[in-house]
């Protein structure tokens, strides 16, 4: 019951700072709730990479930093209650749908543990609870802040891991955020909240299409009923946080129609969310080459001012990091090497050597291949991890183990909709979305330098929340395909949650 209690404490302080800050921007900056709740997200999580950087340089002023924005969040919330307004009332939803998805998810994971789950070593129940053991890479972020709040930074910082090898955000976040004590419990509480924020992101891209309040819900409730969610809010390595900020940046660009305005505001929320989802994790970038792609072939260019506010934005919050990758503890590029240039082993090669090497060794019929090969991982529900499926051992819990690896499984009956992507592209309504979810899809598949390694957990998960908020939006345009959306979602739900109520 202690992580539990501890994740209710945390969520709730993740909640109430980002009810303030969405509030506030809806006040102050005129938003609508949907474009609100993403300035709240973003503004949260400039805040806490902002208190990265304060606990690098001095930690004796960072309890101060973390009183002031803590108070900072108090007045606001006060006087988004004074006012009572439709606007802020609607941000109460999304915000509450943060802390249940954290609360209920431990809950669910804790309550119904089975005799083998060890809770009391959090680390490891977080990363074999829903699925086979996972490796410590949800132990990074923290290791991490255990050496910030030590000012002593260590190299390698983890294991063989650079401190620079992964995105600080969810460290900053963390420390920023975190109202218990400093303990494994509180660390893992504080970042199954951190991951909950993709309720938010689904929440923010479904409403920016003109999806109704009820099924936006509903489309954060289909999200959490996922083995993707169920795995990834558990063990807390940043994917879900980052792909939170990828639906941001999407819902500004690609959700709204073409030939409506887009202001410096929306430059800056979506670079900012950009640069933020990177901050996160690098995998962010499959995506965003693909949304890169998207935007020409769709001509969604916007204005000069909104790109340059973009643009600004993502110089602004990622350059301080290469730098810190760059000159503090070099070189920061292991990730990067591995996905892109199948460099899984530690050496001394450059980004570029890496790239060279790798690719100088592949025909073009080898590297098409590839391609066709990631392709079909990415496409076909396929359960390969476990030896026993081969000899027809299949159980409910043995394929829960294997939901998550597969992209099409780890999204339920919303796998429908993955398959049927190109669909989407009819209706108006999420024709630019689903074009720029495809790019996102194919730049995974094509720069991922590994042959048929295209799983789940080697991409940005953006394409898998995409597909869950276009159903919702076109269910809700339609009472007789709502109907049928309501069916699909009950089906969803108490299929994903038998499975997941086995020990």
Known sequence: MYPLALTALNAGSVMFALFALSTAAAHYLKLSDWKALAAGMVGLGVAGYAYFWVMFFDTGIAPWVQMIFFGACIILALFAVLRRSASDMALIVPCLGVFAGAVGLMGWSVLLAGPDDSVANIFWFAGSRWTSPLPGDNEIPFHFGLQLREAQITSPMYVDWLSSDRPPLQTGMYLLLNLGRESREAYQGSSTALQMLSMGGIWVLARAMGTSRLWSILSMTALWFTPLVFVNGLFVWPKLLAAAFVAIAAAIHFATPRNERRSVVDGLIAGGAAALAML???????????????????????????????????????????????????????????????????????????????????????????????????????????????AGRLNATKFRDQMFYSVPLGIGLFALALWGLPGFAISGATRALSIATIGALLGWAVLLFGAGQAVTHQGSYFPQIAVIAMSARLFSGNAILSKIGFVLFGAHVLLIGFIHALA
Do not use: C
Request: aromatic fraction near 12%.
């Open 280 to 390: 996160s994790h690098g995998a962010t970038a499959f995506a965003l080459v693909g949304f890169a792609v998207a935007a020409l072939v769709t001509l969604r260019l916007a204005s000069w001012r909104y790109l340059a506010a973009a643009v600004a934005a993502v110089v602004a919050l990622y350059a301080p990091w290469q730098a810190y990758q760059n000159l503090y503890d070099p070189p920061g590029n292991r990730l990067m090497k591995w996905h892109v240039a199948g460099a899984e082993a530690i050496d001394d090669r450059s980004m570029t050597e890496a790239l060279v090497d790798s690719y100088s060794k592949l025909t073009p019929a080898t590297w098409a291949k590839g391609r066709m090969d990631n392709i079909d991982r990415i496409m076909n529900p396929q359960l390969w991890a476990v030896q026993d499926f081969a």
